[in-house]
């Protein structure tokens, strides 16, 4: 295990600014997903933590030592890629061990090694299998294996399932989990699905444009996102932005005129320092609920029945696309008109800008 320090890093190709300011600490054993859309820089900043990119300017720090300047095989780092990287002439058993074998590793203690990690990762009956042999999932786990056999400090993963099948991807993920549970190492792994995210992280890392936008554990950053990008990026279907009019019926509150008759009256953790033109509410389609009272009118375009739970397309009376999730097999169709009411308390408010005025930080939540 190893603690992590970033300290204001930073990466150009040339004029192209990838990373423009990263911080951030990373605790001994945690599970540390960094995620974002493509492009945003993450795949960037796990290569320079590994040592595989100079970094720019900024500092890297690993249990206190800095490390800003160290070659790759003195930060007790293994790596897992994208692609599984494996020799295609190799068996499982020599994927396994050919690091240990590089650096020059005793034949007894590789072949006890290579054993000890097939069995975790159960692998053990494919030793003698060559790669070409072995499906999506298997080659991934000979990947993770090899670096397992390293007995790094830290792992760092590179969009490791996005190479697999929607089942096999789920099936990894499962067992990626169990084995940071065994292992107690120190993970940092970048993915763009935020399924993977969500159900992997201890702390998840947002990322866009190669600055940071909130750091939190998964279920913090779902219920509390600092600005509409994290609110948009996080949950699936996507969070609903409605455009608005906006009034303020007294201190540390905001008046919101949906389109159609409804309004809701929300209270404000932050002082009322705020433009209230471009203001947009923020509505979760799960928080949704029929209801001929809501204060959300829509008509419905298309009905997405999907057994457990059904998904609403609808508009608004001045045209804005909407989107319900509904619990179980509703019995809605196109065309019907629905009500929905919302729980003021999971609602979100965004100005122009982008922040949530609803955002409640560390130091004022209460």
Do not use: W
């Not at 590994?50 to 790596?79: F, H, N, S």
């Not at 699936?236 to 309004?263: C, D, H, W, Y």
């Amino acid at each position: 295990m190893a603690r992590v320090e970033l300290r204001d890093i930073r990466k150009s190709f040339g004029s192209v600014d990838v990373i423009r300011s990263a911080d951030l600490d990373i605790e001994e054993g945690e599970f540390v997903v960094l995620v974002g859309p493509s492009g945003c820089g993450k795949s960037t900043l796990l290569r320079c933590i590994a040592g595989l990119e100079q970094m720019t300017a900024g500092q890297l720090i690993i249990d206190g030592v800095d490390m800003t300047r160290a070659d790759p095989v003195e930060r007790g780092i293994a790596m897992v890629f994208q692609s599984y990287a494996l020799y295609p002439h190799m068996t499982v058993a020599e994927n396994i061990g050919f690091g240990l074998k590089i650096a020059g590793t005793a034949k007894p203690e590789i072949d006890a090694r290579v054993v000890e990690v097939a069995r975790l990762l159960k692998l053990d009956q494919l030793l003698e299998r060559k790669p070409k042999a072995l499906s999506g999932g298997q080659r991934q786990r000979v990947a993770i294996g090899r670096a397992l056999a390293r007995k790094p400090r830290i792992f760092l993963f590179d969009e490791p399932l996005s190479n697999l099948d929607a089942s096999l991807r789920a099936e990894m993920r499962v067992e990626l989990a169990k084995l940071h549970a065994g292992l107690g190492n120190t993970m940092i792994y970048v993915t763009h699905d935020q399924v993977e995210a969500m159900t992997l992280a201890d702390r998840m890392v947002v990322m866009r444009n190669g600055v940071v936008e909130q750091v939190g554990t998964p279920l913090e950053l779902f219920n509390n996102p600092v600005n509409k990008f994290v609110a948009g990026f996080l949950g699936q279907p996507p969070m609903n932005f409605i455009k608005v009019t906006a009034r303020r019926p007294k201190v540390g509150a905001v008046e919101l005129r949906l389109p159609g008759a409804g309004s809701v009256a929300l209270d404000l953790p932050v002082a009322n320092d705020f433009a209230l033109d471009g203001v947009e509410l923020g509505v979760r389609p799960e928080d949704m609920t029929i209801d001929d009272k809501g204060e959300i009118a829509i008509v419905v375009e298309v009905v997405e029945q999907l057994g457990g739970e059904t998904i609403v397309y609808g508009r608004l009376a001045d045209g804005q696309p909407i989107i319900a999730k509904l619990p179980g097999q509703a019995g809605v169709e196109a065309g019907d008109r629905l009500a929905f009411r919302v729980n003021a308390e999971r609602l979100h408010v965004f100005e122009a800008g982008g922040r949530n005025i609803r955002f409640r930080s560390v130091a004022n939540a209460g």
